[in-house]
C-alpha cells in the first residue's frame, strides 16, 4: 500500500504549553483531542459506566451534556398470543418450498407468521451549563477524551481565565462527575439546566439537587415503519403496565461561591471549583415485569446513589473510578513501532489526524488507538454488577448513547449479525467480565423464546429471530404481516446467540458457567432446530422456509426472492451449535443419549457446496444473487465466527476466499469489521489491513459523504452510526494477532507487512491462555503465554521454536510448525524462534 508522507505545521501555544513538547507526547498516547467544541453528536466524545452514558460537547458558554440510561426503553414486557394462527402456515410455506419451489408464495405465506416490533432504546436527558462571557472571544481551546482514564477534559482561556471541565462516568459509585475549575478565584459564574425529549417535569429537593423524573412512551414504532393513520410515539397504556420512569438527579457543590436551586435549574456564582454530581435510575425491574406498575422506585435509587456519591470527595470518587476502569482497560497494551523519528500526522488533534490517515498517512499509533477504543466502549457500555449497582443492559446498536425519540433501527439488539458482533472482542482482549451482561440477556431471551417457539410454530425449545429488545422480544418482527421476510422470517437467532454461552466456557474454562447457565440455554436451542428440521427429497437435513439474511437471489420462476430451503448460513449455525453441544457434552460427561442424537443428525445436514463461479455457495441451490456486492456475507459464518472452515477443510477455505474476492470489500461499517476477521481467518494480514484502512476512513454528514467508516469522535459510521463496526474492527485487529477457534494457538497468523514490528500484551485465547506477543522484521522475536487453567498448550507458529526451560519440538505442519507445549496452572512459559 502507498503510503503519502505530509508535511505538518502545528500552531504554537495551546493552555500556554509548548505544542510540539505536548503532542509529541499525544502522539503514541490514549487521547482523543480537538481545537474546536463539537457541533455535531458525532463529534461529540462518549463515557459511560454501561449505565449512565455521556455525549460530552465541549462547547463554550452552552455546553451540553447529553444523557442516556442502558435500562431506558420504551415498552413493557412482551405480549404473548399476538398471532395465534401462525403455526397453521407452516405446512403451506414448507409445501410451496419443498414440493413446488414456489418461492413468492413462500414469502407471502411467511408475512402471516409475524408478531409485533421490538421496542426502541431511548434518549433520557440533556444537561447544560451556561456561562455568559458577554462575547468575549475564548482563546487555547482544547478538548479531549483520554481513554486510558475515562475521563473527558475541556480547557479553554477566557479574559486571562482558564477554565476547565473535567467528566468522569463511575461505575462504582453510578455516578456522572462533573468538576468546573477556573484558575482565578470566584470567576465561576454559570448555571445549570436539564430536560428531556421524553415526558418529565423538574423540581427541587431539600437537599438543593435538581430533578428531572419523567415517563418514557408505552410504544414507539422503529424510524422506518410509518403506517398510515397510527402515532409512531404512544404514551398511554390502559393496563398501567408500559412506559418506564426514570429519573435524573443534579447536585452541585462548592467550598465557596453561591448555589442555589429551583426546578428550573441550578445557579452557581463566584465560585472557584464546583463539582457537579448527576445519578440516574429507571423503574426497570426485569424483562417479564411492568415498568410501571410493577417497576422499582427510580426515585429511591437515583436518592440513593447520589448521597452515596455525594458523601465522597472528587478525588475519592475519581481514585475509585481509575481503579476500577484501569483493573480492566491495562489488562492489554498494543503497540506498533513507528518507524519515523517524529511523525507529524500523530501529532495532529484527532480528527484532522484521521482525514489525513485516510488520505494515506502512515500513522501506526492511530490505528492501536481504534484498537484500543474499541475497549474503551465495551468497558464503557456493558457493565457487570458491583457491590450496590445492578449489572446494566447489553450494548445494544449504539452501546448506550442515543439522542433519538426513534433511532435507526430502534437502537435494539439486532441479533442476525450485530448484537454478536458487538461482543466479538470481548473474551479475547480480556474483558470477559463485560460479556456478562449478554450472557445474562441471553438466559432471558431464551424464555420469551420458548413462548415463541410454541406459540408461532408449535415446537418445543426455544427461537428467536433478528431483532429483539430489553424485553427479549423473540417474534419475527412485522406488525403481523407488513415486514420483509427478506430480514424478519430468520429463525437464526438463538443458535448464534448460543455461540457466545460456549465461547465464554471456552476462554474462561468455568465448568460451572457451562453446566448451569450455558448448557441447557444451548441444548433447548437444540430442542427447537431439531423439531425445525426437516428432510428433504435426498434426505438431508434442511430448514424450511430458510433466509441468506437480507439478500436477494433472482427467482428461475422470474423475480426475485428472499425465501428458500437451507440457506448456507442457516445449516452453518445448525453445524456450530450441534458441534458446540457435543463438545459441551464430553466436557460435563454428561447426556450421552442426546449427545449421540446430534451426532447422528450433524451427519445428515444439508452439506456445504461450492457454486459454479468457485465461490461458497449461499443458497440451496445455485442461485444467482441479485447483488453481487451486498454487504452481508452471511453465508461464510463457518470462517467466521464458525470453525467448520478452515486450512484443514481447503476447498471450502479456497471457496471462502474466492466468495470474499468476488463481494468485493465495499460495504457499511460493520460488513467492513466482519471482513476483517473474515480475511484474518484466511491468514491473509495485508487484505485484513486494507480493510482496516478502509474501516478507519474519516467520514462525516456533510454531501457527499457516505459509505462505512469513521466519524470524527471514532465513532463507526453504518452510517449512520452504529457501535458494532468499531467492536468488529478491535476483534478483526486481535485475530490477526492470535487465534484459537480450533485445536491449536496460533501466534501472529495473520500479521500484515505494515505492521514491521510490535508488542501486545494480555490478549486471551480458548482454553485459558493468556499471551504477550513481542515481533521484529515481520517475524516473532518471542511470546510469553501463561496457563490460567493448566491445560495442555498445541502452539503454532511460522518457524520452529524453543521453549525456555523444557524440552519441546516443534514439527512441521501445514504453513507452519506445531509445538506441544504443558504449563502448569499459573505459569508462564517464554517461547523464542530457533
Not at 432504546?121 to 475564548?138: E, N, R, S, V
Not at 501529532?347 to 490505528?367: F, H, I, M, N, T
Not at 482454553?767 to 503465554?785: M, N, P, T, V
Amino acid at each position: 500500500m502507498k503510503i503519502a508522507l505530509k508535511r505538518i505545521v502545528l500552531p504554537v501555544v495551546i493552555l500556554g504549553w509548548c505544542i510540539p513538547e505536548v503532542l509529541a507526547q499525544k502522539a503514541n498516547s490514549l487521547i482523543l483531542w480537538y481545537k474546536q467544541p463539537a457541533k455535531e453528536w458525532i463529534e461529540a466524545l462518549p463515557v459511560g459506566n454501561g449505565h449512565i452514558g455521556a455525549m460530552v460537547f465541549g462547547k463554550v458558554e452552552e455546553e451540553l451534556i447529553q444523557l442516556n440510561e442502558s435500562t431506558l426503553w420504551s415498552g413493557g414486557p412482551v405480549k404473548t398470543n399476538v398471532n395465534p394462527g401462525s403455526a397453521s402456515y407452516l405446512p403451506q410455506v414448507r409445501k410451496a418450498l419443498l414440493e413446488n419451489q414456489d418461492y413468492q408464495l413462500a414469502n407471502t405465506l411467511l408475512k402471516k407468521m409475524q408478531g409485533m416490533y421490538t421496542e426502541s432504546y431511548m434518549p433520557m436527558g440533556d444537561l447544560k451549563i451556561t456561562q455568559d462571557f458577554q462575547g468575549a472571544t475564548p482563546e487555547g481551546y482544547y478538548r479531549d477524551l483520554d481513554i486510558g482514564n475515562a475521563t473527558a477534559n475541556t480547557i479553554f482561556t477566557v479574559n486571562g481565565v482558564e477554565y476547565k471541565r473535567e467528566i468522569f462516568t463511575s461505575a462504582p459509585d453510578n455516578i456522572l462527575v462533573v468538576r468546573l475549575s477556573a484558575s482565578k478565584a470566584g470567576q465561576l459564574n454559570f448555571n445549570v439546566s436539564a430536560s428531556s425529549q421524553l415526558h418529565y417535569q423538574t423540581d427541587v429537593s431539600k437537599g438543593n439537587e435538581l430533578l428531572v423524573s419523567g415517563k418514557a412512551p408505552a410504544r414507539v414504532n422503529p424510524n422506518y415503519y410509518n403506517p398510515p393513520g397510527q402515532q409512531p410515539i404512544v404514551y398511554e397504556d390502559t393496563a398501567g403496565c408500559n412506559g418506564m420512569r426514570f429519573q435524573f438527579r443534579i447536585k452541585a457543590v462548592s467550598r465557596d461561591g453561591q448555589i442555589a436551586a429551583s426546578s428550573s435549574g441550578i445557579s452557581v456564582k463566584g465560585a472557584s471549583q464546583v463539582i457537579l454530581y448527576i445519578s440516574a435510575a429507571t423503574s426497570f425491574n426485569g424483562f417479564d415485569k411492568c415498568p410501571d406498575r410493577e417497576g422499582k422506585d427510580e426515585q429511591a435509587l437515583a436518592a440513593g446513589f447520589m448521597q452515596k456519591a455525594s458523601s465522597k470527595s472528587f478525588d475519592q470518587l475519581k481514585n475509585d473510578h481509575l481503579k476500577d476502569f484501569k483493573s480492566f482497560f491495562n489488562r492489554v497494551n498494543f503497540n506498533i513501532k513507528d518507524t519515523l523519528s517524529v511523525n507529524a500526522n500523530a501529532q495532529l488533534p484527532s480528527d484532522e489526524r484521521l482525514k489525513s490517515y485516510s488520505k494515506g498517512a502512515y500513522d501506526p499509533g492511530l490505528e492501536t488507538l481504534y484498537f484500543q477504543f474499541g475497549r474503551y466502549l465495551l468497558i464503557s457500555s456493558s457493565r457487570p454488577a458491583l457491590p450496590g449497582v445492578p449489572a446494566g443492559a447489553p450494548a445494544n446498536l449504539q452501546g448506550i448513547w442515543n439522542k433519538e425519540m426513534r433511532p435507526p433501527w430502534s437502537s435494539n439488539y439486532t441479533i442476525n449479525i450485530n448484537t454478536q458482533m458487538n461482543y466479538w472482542p470481548a473474551e479475547v482482549t480480556n474483558l470477559s467480565e463485560m460479556h456478562k451482561p449478554l450472557l445474562a440477556w441471553i438466559q432471558n431471551l431464551s424464555k420469551t423464546g420458548a413462548t415463541t417457539a410454541k406459540e408461532f410454530y408449535g415446537a418445543k425449545g426455544w427461537v428467536a429471530h433478528h431483532n429483539s429488545d430489553i424485553w427479549g422480544m423473540s417474534n419475527p418482527v412485522g406488525n403481523v404481516g407488513d415486514g420483509d421476510p427478506v430480514w424478519a422470517n430468520w429463525f437464526m437467532g438463538a443458535d448464534w446467540l448460543c455461540q457466545h454461552l460456549w465461547e465464554h466456557y471456552r476462554f474462561t474454562q468455568d465448568k460451572d458457567f457451562l453446566k448451569n447457565k450455558a448448557y441447557p440455554v444451548m441444548k433447548e436451542a437444540a430442542i427447537f432446530t431439531l423439531d425445525w428440521l426437516v428432510e428433504d427429497k435426498d434426505g438431508y437435513l434442511v430448514t424450511a422456509p430458510s433466509t441468506s439474511p437480507e439478500n436477494l437471489f433472482k427467482d428461475p420462476k422470474g423475480g426475485e426472492a428472499a425465501v428458500s430451503v437451507a440457506t448456507t448460513m442457516d445449516i452453518s449455525i445448525i453445524y456450530d451449535l450441534f458441534s458446540n453441544l457435543i463438545d459441551a457434552g464430553e466436557v460435563l460427561g454428561t447426556d450421552t443419549e442426546f449427545r449421540n442424537l446430534l451426532i447422528e443428525k450433524r451427519k445428515k445436514l444439508y452439506p456445504l457446496k461450492i457454486d459454479k463461479r468457485g465461490r461458497l455457495q449461499e443458497w440451496y441451490k445455485d442461485f444467482e444473487e441479485t447483488d453481487t456486492l451486498h454487504r452481508h456475507v452471511s453465508h461464510l459464518f463457518a470462517l467466521h465466527p464458525g470453525r467448520r472452515i478452515s486450512t484443514e477443510t481447503p476447498e471450502y477455505f479456497e471457496a471462502a476466499k474466492k466468495t470474499l474476492e468476488v463481494r468485493g470489500d465495499a460495504g457499511t461499517g460493520w460488513s467492513k469489521g466482519w471482513k476483517i476477521n473474515f480475511w484474518a481467518r484466511l491468514l491473509d494480514g495485508d487484505h485484513a489491513y486494507k480493510l482496516i484502512r478502509q474501516l478507519m476512513r474519516y467520514t462525516d454528514n456533510s454531501k457527499g459523504s457516505s459509505g462505512g467508516g469513521t466519524y470524527p469522535n471514532f465513532f463507526d459510521a453504518h452510517p449512520p452510526f452504529q457501535i458494532d463496526g468499531n467492536f468488529a474492527g478491535t476483534a478483526g485487529m486481535a485475530e490477526m494477532l492470535v487465534q484459537s477457534h480450533l485445536s491449536e494457538l496460533s501466534i501472529l497468523p495473520a500479521l500484515p507487512s505494515a505492521w514491521k514490528e510490535g508488542k501486545v500484551t494480555g490478549l486471551r485465547a480458548r482454553s485459558g491462555f493468556e499471551l504477550d506477543i513481542d515481533w521484529k522484521d515481520g517475524k516473532l522475536k518471542q511470546a510469553r503465554i501463561k496457563s490460567l487453567n493448566g491445560r495442555p498448550c498445541q502452539l503454532r507458529t511460522s518457524v520452529p521454536i524453543t521453549v525456555a526451560g523444557m524440552q519441546a519440538k516443534s514439527k512441521k505442519a501445514g504453513n507452519g510448525y506445531v509445538t506441544m507445549v504443558s504449563i502448569k496452572k499459573g505459569a508462564t512459559v517464554v517461547v523464542r524462534p530457533m
